[in-house]
Nanobody, 118 residues
Framework: QVELVESGGGSVQAGGSLRLSCVVS????????MGWFRQAPGKERERVAD???????NYRPSLKGRFTISWDNTNHTVYLQMDALKPDDTAKYYC????????????WGQGTQVTVSS
């Protein structure tokens, strides 16, 4: 079974940093696209960033420069480095994977909560 497990969420003060991790397993042939999404209460789910096997990355324009996505192919782990966090970044963050070129997201993790206080 395909399984995506996120970790690294928590509570931080504004201006702080967190690094989220997503470990993917049970994916025959491996994914071609990995991504991070987030959803805050009462809001639509939104794409944070995605990355393909060649490490080409795409970011939500408002987040570019503060967030960095990377993919460690050896350890089958995708990371999201989040710097200069703001209260508006508070949301549940989800990892997703797909078999075709980005954007492609068929499998999803359970999510990890990020809370940023003023």
């Amino acid at each position: 079974q395909v399984e995506l497990v996120e970790s690294g969420g928590g509570s931080v003060q504004a201006g702080g940093s967190l690094r989220l991790s997503c470990v993917v397993s049970g994916y025959n042939g491996g994914p071609h696209c990995m991504g991070w999404f987030r959803q805050a209460p009462g809001k639509e789910r939104e794409r944070v960033a995605d990355i393909d096997r060649s490490s080409q990355a795409n970011y939500r324009p408002s987040l570019k420069g503060r967030f960095t996505i990377s993919w460690d192919n050896t350890n089958h782990t995708v990371y999201l480095q989040m710097d200069a966090l703001k209260p508006d970044d508070t949301a549940k963050y989800y990892c997703a994977a797909g078999r075709t070129n980005c954007p492609s997201f068929r499998h999803w993790g359970q999510g990890t909560q990020v809370t940023v206080s003023s």
